[in-house]
Nanobody
Framework: VQLQASGGGLVQAGGSLRLSCAAS????????MGWFRQAPGKEREFVAAITWSGGSTYDADSVKGRFTISRDNAKNTVYLQMDNLKPEDAAVYYC??????????????????WGQGTKLTVSS
């Protein structure tokens, strides 16, 4: 699976932005999709994940209630809607995919494919 993330940019604190990740290659619908982020000097951290059908989603506590992950299998695209953004949300955001397994991955090592990252800057 090849992944192409887009949608990053500069947003004021309290604002919103939607990231997109377009997939190509192997059947998109057979993969769990996730978003991770990495701020300068910090480790990559889990943000959200969504099962192949979109029936279940998982969010990190730090974004719960503010970020929403969704997917459109017909468009081979996964989204991350980010609302009420905070300066601490600033990071490079990566989309990732892993084949369907019993457990949805929340660690980066569990993911097989990665996009190139898109940068979010949040001004205070």
């Amino acid at each position: 699976v090849q992944l192409q993330a887009s949608g990053g940019g500069l947003v004021q604190a309290g604002g919103s932005l939607r990231l997109s990740c377009a997939a190509s290659g192997r059947p998109f619908s057979r993969h769990t999709m996730g978003w991770f982020r990495q701020a300068p000097g910090k480790e990559r951290e889990f943000v959200a994940a969504i099962t192949w059908s979109g029936g279940s989603t998982y969010d990190a506590d730090s974004v719960k209630g503010r970020f929403t992950i969704s997917r459109d299998n017909a468009k081979n695209t996964v989204y991350l809607q980010m609302d009420n953004l905070k300066p601490e949300d600033a990071a490079v955001y990566y989309c990732a995919a892993h084949q369907i397994r019993l457990r949805v991955g929340v660690r980066s090592v569990e993911y097989d494919y990665w996009g190139q990252g898109t940068k979010l800057t949040v001004s205070s």
